[in-house]
């Protein structure tokens, strides 16, 4: 009796906070359930995760080489490397003719790492704050961990599947909100807002007092039209981006953002607390990276390459209600004509198909169940053998 109280009181004290009870990111369910696969011998093509298969600039592997000669891998100033934050600065003059101060940039551990500094920043535990569904699952759950309260807005396609000021107005009218963050291009959807919708979007935001994140993790990706900042259009827009899209570099792990001037001791004290600084060769690395554009836009011209041909052959078997490709590397395809249960579908494709696609109630709690995520990151050779297998596989349904 003794032992089971004594257990009893074990698990209670191991059990975790509520903070850390989130839900899992489902993209990596998929991806370990794809490992099982392809363990046994299975040939998965993955369309699940949004990752390049193409490696780091050249130039990237280079300057880390040369750092790792020199062997001194030391910690740096927590925001980052002075050249780098330099560098990033002049990213924005030579891509968006926007001159920004280089001491409001600070280097994190990716897009994830930015998060957590911009939300710990910016809000209170109990503050409201606005995103989009369909949207990225990592912002709810890390804002839920925070302490903080998603507010799921619904889009639609009168919109482009795009936040507008009217919505989130009217959402703030209901309760009160204290930020709202919105991407562009998005994610899962690919679709973009215009500078005309963004532009608006922000003065509702700063009429209400709202205050406004834009994850640009996905800027250089874009197809349809070139993609805005939100630095052009707001100095107190916090902007969020990575080297980990447009430059392939996602297991680096190294990212940016743009910060309001008021808030950027704030980001510099949570940064040396909880992580000291960004590992260094992965910033020698970003550095680099930016030599390196004109190797990443022959990987960005094969994404346009992978685009073509899911929109041309999806319809062909049935696939052809989707969002519109904007940019990125994602088509959010409709399936209801096929099953009810996202889930259940992109699970049989993974096992008769052998395709990793993602559920759409990974990002949507209102309508994902009639979609999945198909990623186009991958090689041409094997976006266009994952069109194969989908294909034959719902043609013998």
Not at 3 to 9: E, I, Q, S
Not at 54 to 83: F, Q, R
């Amino acid at each position: 009796m003794l032992d089971v109280t004594l257990r009893d009181k074990v698990k209670n004290i191991l059990a975790p906070s509520g903070r850390g009870n989130v839900p899992p990111f489902m993209v990596m369910d998929v991806m370990a359930a794809a490992a099982r696969i392809e363990a046994e011998g299975g040939h998965v093509i993955h369309m699940e995760v949004g990752q390049p298969a193409a490696p780091a600039p050249k130039t990237a592997i280079a300057a880390a080489h040369a750092a790792l000669e020199i062997g001194k891998i030391d910690y740096t100033a927590a925001v980052g490397i002075p050249s780098l934050r330099q560098r990033i600065a002049r990213h924005y003059r030579e891509t968006y003719n926007q001159d920004i101060n280089p001491a409001r940039i600070v280097v994190t551990t990716g897009s994830s790492g930015a998060f957590v500094l911009g939300f710990l920043a910016m809000f209170e535990p109990g503050d409201r704050v606005a995103i989009t569904a369909p949207g990225y699952p990592p912002y709810r759950h890390i804002l839920s961990a925070l302490g903080c309260e998603p507010v799921l807005i619904e889009t639609t396609r009168d919109t482009r599947h795009a936040l507008t000021g009217e919505m989130l107005l009217e959402a703030h009218r209901k309760t009160p909100l204290k930020g709202v963050l919105v991407a562009s291009p998005a994610n899962p959807t690919g679709t973009m807002m215009t500078r005309e919708a963004l532009a608006d979007l922000i003065a509702a935001a700063d009429s209400a007092g709202i205050r406004f994140v834009s994850d640009e993790i996905y800027h250089g990706l874009d197809y349809a039209f070139p993609a805005v900042t939100a630095a052009q259009l707001s100095p107190d827009a916090l902007i969020i981006n990575s080297f980990s899209k447009y430059f392939c570099m996602t297991g680096w792990r190294v990212g940016w953002m743009v910060v309001p001037e008021p808030l950027v001791r704030s980001v510099e004290t949570l940064q040396q607390n909880l992580s000291i600084s960004v590992p260094t060769l992965s910033q020698i690395a970003a550095e680099a990276a930016f030599d390196g554009r004109a190797e990443m836009d022959v990987i960005k011209h094969g994404y346009e390459e992978n685009r073509r041909l899911l929109i041309e052959g999806f319809p062909k078997v049935g696939l052809s209600d989707f969002l519109p490709a904007d940019g990125a590397f994602y088509l959010y395809a409709d399936v209801s004509k096929f099953t009810s249960d996202s889930f259940e579908f992109a699970k049989t494709m993974l096992q008769e198909a052998l395709v990793a696609a993602t559920p759409g109630v990974d990002f949507d709690p209102f309508h994902g169940r009639s979609f999945v995520r198909f990623s186009y990151a991958r090689s041409t050779q094997e976006t266009a053998e994952a069109v194969a297998r989908i294909t034959n596989w719902l043609s013998k349904g």
